[in-house]
């Protein structure tokens, strides 16, 4: 049996996990980071609110355009999670200025 691949190339949130599992060096967790916490993860609304994608613009067929994200852009039950999940490798990585951030925008939310 031969089986076929996918590029499967949607740029996500799943960036996070070698940063929260402390197996990314120290370089590689900032670059991380500083994407993760990018305005191509994170959308704020017209009224304040915001949260983080789980899937960023950079990603062919996501719109940055509209206040209220789509289903395919932003999942509202896994969001906020994620937000809480960026928050504590950014506090891990000794940036606190970026756990704050996350903490702020997904309790606005």
Known sequence: MILQASLFDDVTG??????????SS??????????LFSERFWINA???AGGIRT???ASGGISSQSDFPKLTD???????NLALWVAKAAADQGFPDLSLKALRRDLAF
């Not at 120290?26 to 994407?35: D, G, N, P, R, V």
């Open 74 to 80: 932003y999942w509202v039950e896994f969001g906020p």
């Open 26 to 35: 120290q370089e590689t967790s900032q670059q991380i980071l500083a994407e």
């Open 46 to 48: 017209s009224d304040g």
């Open 55 to 57: 899937v960023s613009t």
């Open 14 to 23: 799943d960036l996070l996990f070698p940063v929260l599992y402390r197996v």
